[in-house]
């Protein structure tokens, strides 16, 4: 049976790796044959905060190792309540490109289309504003590396950034909505969110 969260729909089981692969080609496929960013007009969220929800305290009672990619972030993520620093963690920092010389900041170049890390290995990934177009490679590569109970940090999203999430089996904890662009076509809507991985339902259970 589907629980409503807000104006959300946990399915309450997590997507088997077919499902998972099928979402992440959708979503590829969407963002290079639709070149209009408003089609995603069609589809918007409200702001949502899960209960009780303590970021910090959430991400720094994970296991696993945590990452930011895409970075590193001048203005932090203090809109979703974190500061990289206040964690319990060094946060290692990664770009595809190498950082500019004035960033005295040691940076690992990795590329989010293909995470190097291993199954379970991530406590949380933070990331802000990655081309909308590496997300579904991003989401795909975070439900294999973070651990169960893991987390998913996101700043200046798309619509399509949080249905493709939810389609992976996250879970929405936070959702703002932090921008909006008018144009003849549409609203272009961006967000801030935190989604939690599942854990994985064994298949063998009903």
């Not at 629980?3 to 089981?13: A, D, N």
């Not at 990452?67 to 060094?90: C, F, H, I, N, Q």
């Amino acid at each position: 049976m589907d629980m409503e969260i807000g104006s959300y729909t946990e399915k309450g089981r997590k997507p088997i790796l077919v499902k998972r692969l099928v979402t992440t080609l959708k979503y590829v496929l969407a963002e290079r044959l639709i070149q209009d960013p408003y089609y995603r007009k069609k589809k918007t969220y409200p702001d949502y905060l899960s209960q009780d929800f303590d970021a910090r305290d959430a991400i720094n009672n994970t296991n696993g190792k945590i990452v930011e990619l895409g970075g590193p972030t001048p203005d932090d993520y203090t809109s979703l309540g974190l500061k990289l620093s206040d964690l319990d963690r060094e946060v290692t920092i990664t770009n595809i490109i190498s950082p500019t010389p004035d960033t005295n900041m040691e940076v690992s170049r990795v590329d989010v289309r293909f995470m190097p890390y291993k199954k379970g290995s991530l406590g949380a990934i933070f990331s802000t504003g990655l081309p909308s177009s590496e997300y579904p490679f991003m989401l795909h590569g975070a439900s294999r590396c973070l651990e169960d109970g893991g987390f998913l940090v996101m700043q200046h999203i798309l619509p399509s950034t949080i249905g493709n999430a939810m389609e992976m089996g996250f879970k929405p904890k936070v959702v703002k909505k932090v921008g909006a662009w008018t144009s003849k076509t549409g609203v272009l809507e961006t967000y801030n969110a935190i989604f939690q991985k599942s854990e994985i339902p064994h298949p063998n259970k009903s």
